[in-house]
């Protein structure tokens, strides 16, 4: 089984900054592109940050020089590194990748989310 488990979200004041983490674990044979999204209350989700398996990052317009999405494909995990955080960085921070964890392919997986507030 297949997990996506995240780690370091809280409660930061305006102008502070978090590191976020995700570990994939279980049985699988590789990742491919791994990113963070966010949800705010009566919003819909949105992508923040993606990277390649060889490193290649995009981000929203919101973030950029702000956060900074980087991987440890030895460990298989993906940071977030945000700074200069704003209230409305306030939402759950969800992980995604696609993982193969059986030899007929990739699968898209989410991690169960992590909240962080930013308090003005």
């Known amino acids: 089984q297949v997990q996506l488990v995240e780690s370091g979200g809280g409660l930061v004041q305006a102008g502070g900054s978090l590191r976020l983490s995700c570990a994939a674990s279980g049985r699988f044979f590789s990742i491919n592109n791994m990113a963070w999204y966010r949800q705010a209350p009566g919003k819909q989700r949105d992508l923040v940050a993606a990277i390649s398996s060889g490193g290649r990052t995009n981000y929203a317009d919101s973030v950029k020089g702000r956060f900074t999405i980087s991987r440890d494909n030895a460990k298989n995990t993906v940071y977030l590194q945000m700074n200069s955080l704003q209230p409305e960085d306030t939402a759950v921070y969800y992980c995604?990748?696609?993982?193969?964890?059986?030899?007929?392919?990739?699968?898209?997986?989410w991690g169960q989310g992590t909240q962080v507030t930013v308090s003005s």
């Open positions: 995604n990748a696609d993982i193969m964890a059986t030899i007929r392919g990739f699968s898209n997986y």
